[in-house]
């Protein structure tokens, strides 16, 4: 429940616009996901980092994420709620504007190859991936 609350309160902020409030509680949430193996919190925690992202004016990483966590949500074969598409669309309208159709692309193809692992340590901003 500490998860989903933190994911959801996270997800609020960043409706509000909040962004250094929510990435410690994604921070947090995708944490305790990840010692529970469950692999779609994780990328739907990854599709909330993509947003906050995408408002803090990293597009490139944005898309990256997006392209894991749905990569993610295809590989469990997971139906994705009707939020998480809304959520998923604002990012893509978000970085749309910030990223030409190669730049997107290109983030698109290396996030799609990440690891969730890779993932979270992208969203987590601890250094390079390997993708």
């Known amino acids: 429940m500490t998860a989903t609350s933190l994911g959801a309160l996270a997800e609020y902020d960043l409706y509000e616009g909040h962004v250094e409030r929510a990435v410690p509680m994604l ?19 990854l599709c909330r980092f993509a947003l906050a992202l995408a408002l803090d004016a990293r597009p490139f990483e944005a898309v990256q994420l ?14 994705v709620d009707a939020w998480i598409v809304a959520m998923n669309d604002l990012t893509r309208e978000r970085v749309h504007s910030q990223l030409d159709n190669a730049a997107f692309n290109e983030a698109w193809e290396l996030g799609a ?7 979270v340590t992208l969203a987590l901003g601890k250094g390079e991936t390997d993708a």
């Open 66 to 79: 997006l392209a894991s966590a749905e990569a993610c949500f295809d590989e469990i074969g997971r139906f």
């Open 27 to 45: 921070a947090e949430s995708t944490r305790i996901y990840q010692e529970l193996g469950d692999p779609f919190w994780v990328a739907t925690n």
């Open 113 to 119: 190859r990440l690891s969730l692992d890779q993932a």
